[in-house]
Every structure is written in C-alpha cells, then in structure tokens.
Nanobody, 122 residues
Framework: VQLQASGGGLVQTGGSLRLSCATS????????MAWFRQFPGNERGFLAS????????FYAESVKGRFTISKDNGKNTVYLQMNSLKPEDTAVYYC????????????????WGQGTQVTVSS
C-alpha cells in the first residue's frame, strides 16, 4: 500500500491550497481516507476523513467550513481543499488510510503518505 501526498507549498494568509493523495495497492472501496497535520513537537491531529464506499465525510471542528475533503474514485485519489488559510495552519500535512469507517485517532490508520509541508505567511 502506497500513499503519495502532494500539493503543499507557501501561501499567503487568506489563500487556498489543494492537497492530493494518490493511492495504490489497496482495495480503495473498502477504505476510509483521512488527512492529518502535525505541528513541530506535537502528534498528528485529525482534520477530515472520507469513506470511499459512500463518500460520507467527517471533519474536525477546527477546520469545518474552511477545509473540504473529496475523492476521485477513478483516480484513486483523495483531496483536501483548504481555503481561508491562516498562519496557524502551517504544518506538515499527511494523508492516511484505514479499513472501515471514520476515525479521528491516528493510531487507527495503517497506511500513511510521506507528508507535505504547508506554510502560510502572515
């Protein structure tokens, strides 16, 4: 199972970025995909998840309304659209996959992408 995250970069406050997570080697339909982020010295924190089977999405309160998770089943890719970015969104962003339904705990996810840096300048 491989996850490849991309799309990070430097953006100004108020700007937008779209992260992508391309997957291979998994039965995409039975998985829930998620995005986490990690601040220096902290554990990874849950942002959003999407269930491949029915497209249902779940968000952390901190990003609800600003971030949108979506998927393209044909491309086996999950996206995270991030709008109205703030300096406090600066972090390394990771995609992850697990069998089954939504979960906010990073330890419940078995496959991880390599992380992509997002930096929001003030």
């Amino acid at each position: 199972v491989q996850l490849q995250a991309s799309g990070g970069g430097l953006v100004q406050t108020g700007g937008s970025l779209r992260l992508s997570c391309a997957t291979s080697g998994l039965t995409f339909s039975s998985y829930t995909m998620a995005w986490f982020r990690q601040f220096p010295g902290n554990e990874r924190g849950f942002l959003a998840s999407i269930r491949r089977s029915d497209g249902s999405a779940f968000y952390a309160e901190s990003v609800k309304g600003r971030f949108t998770i979506s998927k393209d089943n044909g491309k086996n890719t999950v996206y995270l659209q991030m709008n109205s970015l703030k300096p406090e969104d600066t972090a390394v962003y990771y995609c992850a996959a697990r069998r089954g339904t939504h979960h906010y705990n990073q330890n419940q996810y078995t496959s991880w992408g390599q992380g992509t840096q997002v930096t929001v300048s003030s």
